[in-house]
């Protein structure tokens, strides 16, 4: 199975459809789109998707709530029913598909390269505390998993000269490895490197964009590799995620 992870940026129309020409032509038949919100942009992608025949499973968003959409290509989504994330539950969509628990993640944000809010760097405190508790209840059960999206926790690999990275990113990130077991697919194929997924304004960046698998899906014939061309396109921020299991 393929898919793809790419933050569209919560996109106006016009930019919308140039992301939707860019996902068009990727092979993967699972997209995990996340920034996704209740505006027109991200309803055109959900609604020419399901014209095209697509499986979209998507969460209701309303005001300014942001999240993630996950759109199966001849494959079925199998729609999840998890315990709840307590912080900002919309920012996570679970789905099966090919026998496999996927589920999409959009973290909390702060700017590495400046210096953010107090109340923006303390909801991003808190929301990976939920997160990280959360994850380690759902991982209980053993089932194969791939967490994958913008998780925005910082690669510790691409993180030199960030001057604002949380240590509770690294913490996560570290959880992640460590204790929780879950291979980081692309370290798994590109070890060692400090490759970005994301740049601000000002050229600086870091790889936010991430696909964790849990041991049993960490076969040889996994690869994640990053694609920066919607990013360099100026479609979104963000280079796009596939990962091949």
């Not at 598909?97 to 923006?120: F, T």
Request: proline residues 7%.
């Amino acid at each position: 199975m393929r898919l793809l992870t790419l933050n569209v940026s919560s996109p106006p129309e016009g930019r919308a459809k140039g992301l939707l020409e860019y996902l068009w032509l990727r092979e993967e038949e699972l997209l995990v789109l996340t920034e996704v919100g209740p505006a027109k942009g991200s309803g055109l992608i959900r609604r020419v998707c399901r014209a095209a025949g697509h499986a979209v499973h998507s969460p209701a968003l309303g005001g300014r709530e942001l999240g993630v959409s996950v759109i199966g290509r001849g494959v079925d989504l199998e729609p999840l029913e998890l315990p709840p994330l307590p912080v900002l539950p919309e920012r996570v969509t679970a789905v099966r598909a090919g026998g496999v628990r996927v589920l999409g993640v959009y973290g909390a944000a702060s700017d590495p390269v400046r210096y953010s809010s107090a109340a923006q760097r303390e909801r991003k405190r808190e929301w990976l505390a939920a997160y990280a508790l959360w994850l380690v209840e759902v991982l209980g059960d053993g089932e194969p998993t791939v967490v994958i999206g913008d998780l925005n926790l910082v690669d510790p690999l691409s993180a030199a000269g960030l001057r604002y990275v949380q240590p509770e990113e690294r913490e996560v990130y570290e959880g992640m490895v460590g204790p929780m077991g879950l291979v980081d697919a692309y370290q798994h194929s590109h070890a060692g490197s400090a490759e970005i997924s994301w740049v601000d304004h000002s050229g600086a960046g870091c790889r936010y964009d991430h696909a964790f698998v849990t041991p049993d899906l960490a076969t040889a014939g996994l690869a994640a590799d990053l694609d920066h061309t919607p990013r360099e396109a100026g479609l979104t921020d963000h280079s796009a995620l596939a990962l091949r299991l």
